[in-house]
């Protein structure tokens, strides 16, 4: 039937940049200084463009976080890579970096763990119409800088969309678990 009657609250997000994090995110072994001032002025920039939101069903039933960057930042991650590749990889690492610490910051049992991205019910897909954002069949918002994830946090691979494509599945060598 689906979680009816959900709500959709707007909330604040408090990430901290963590150096260690992007570089494991981005691969980088070392990062120069001109790059690092860079990285922090627009990790300052898009902290203010990080949307958050629980969605929470009227029924007590678990509910849902949405954290996303904007079209905005998105265009300025693409504008970068259009003038000069080392930077748009540096913004495009920058911009998974804010996302996933923004969504820790809600939910601190996500750090270093998996963020399962659930089945969204009927409601959730209206929550994400009502915030101009589009769920397609093939488990991506139209965002590219999202996390979508259970709330409270529940743990991995059984309640996960992407369960038998991803590369940290746990199930995928034993059989999804129905």
């Not at 860079?38 to 007590?60: C, F, I, N, R, T």
């Not at 910051?105 to 089945?119: D, H, K, R």
């Not at 069949?137 to 800088?145: A, V």
């Amino acid at each position: 039937m689906g979680k009816e009657n959900m709500s959709l609250e707007k909330i604040e997000t408090q990430p901290e940049f963590d150096m260690e994090y992007y570089m494991e995110i981005s691969g980088l072994m070392r990062l120069e200084r001109e790059l690092t001032e860079l990285l922090e002025h627009y990790w300052d920039k898009w902290q203010g463009q990080v949307q958050a939101y629980k969605m929470e069903p009227s029924d007590g039933e678990d509910g849902f976080l949405l954290v996303y960057l904007d079209a905005q930042t998105e265009n300025e991650v693409q504008q970068a890579f259009e003038k000069n590749s080392h930077h748009g990889f540096a913004f495009h690492h920058l911009a998974i970096t804010l996302v996933m610490c923004a969504a820790q910051s809600v939910m601190p049992e996500l750090i270093g763990g998996c963020m399962p991205l659930p089945t969204p019910t009927r409601e959730v897909k209206k929550k994400f119409k009502k915030l101009d954002l589009e769920w397609d069949d093939k488990g991506c918002l139209n965002r590219i800088y999202a996390v979508f994830t259970g709330y409270p946090y529940k743990g991995g691979c059984e309640d996960c969309y992407s369960c038998d494509t991803c590369p940290s599945s746990q199930l995928r060598e034993i059989g999804r678990i129905d």
